[in-house]
């Protein structure tokens, strides 16, 4: 199956609650954000109510480690999870509380003039954050 090597590849066992995560947050073609309360929600309310939200944390917390998710914090207390892994930028709905892709050319040159001796720039990701 496609989710094994997955979760075998982020150090963890093939079990039928993993799989289930995996279907949820891979099993689609369009990007999927998420806070890990949220995805605990989706698998109880459409595939499994007994997932325990320490499986749903230690998994996507393993796929984040391994490079399968990206971690978009939000603020000191909110951290969602982002199923594209490519260095993108984002709106933040505060009001709704979604995270909402933003294409890099939709963002124009970003010049940062501070440098940190002996580190350079990996990559450089705006969070725009909208209000009505």
């Known amino acids: 199956m496609k989710y094994i090597d997955k979760l ?13 995560i995996c279907e949820v947050l891979f099993n689609t073609e369009k990007t999927f954000h998420f806070t890990i309360n949220q995805l605990e929600q989706k698998i109880k309310d459409s595939i499994d109510n007994k ?3 320490a499986t749903v944390y230690n998994t996507v ?3 984040e480690k391994k490079g399968y998710l990206k971690q978009i914090p ?3 207390n909110q951290t969602y999870f982002d199923t594209n ?17 933003l294409e890099n050319s939709d963002v ?5 003039k501070k440098k940190i001796n002996g580190k350079r720039i990996k990559s450089v990701e705006v969070l725009v954050k909208l209000e009505d």
């Open 85 to 101: 892994v490519t260095d993108h930028h984002h709106f933040y709905d505060l009001k709704d509380q979604k995270l909402i892709d």
């Open 51 to 53: 997932i325990s939200l």
């Open 74 to 76: 939000i603020n000191s």
């Open 108 to 112: 124009g040159p970003i010049n940062i």
């Open 61 to 63: 917390h393993a796929f």
């Open 8 to 20: 075998r590849n982020s150090g963890l066992r093939p079990t039928k609650q993993r799989l289930q």
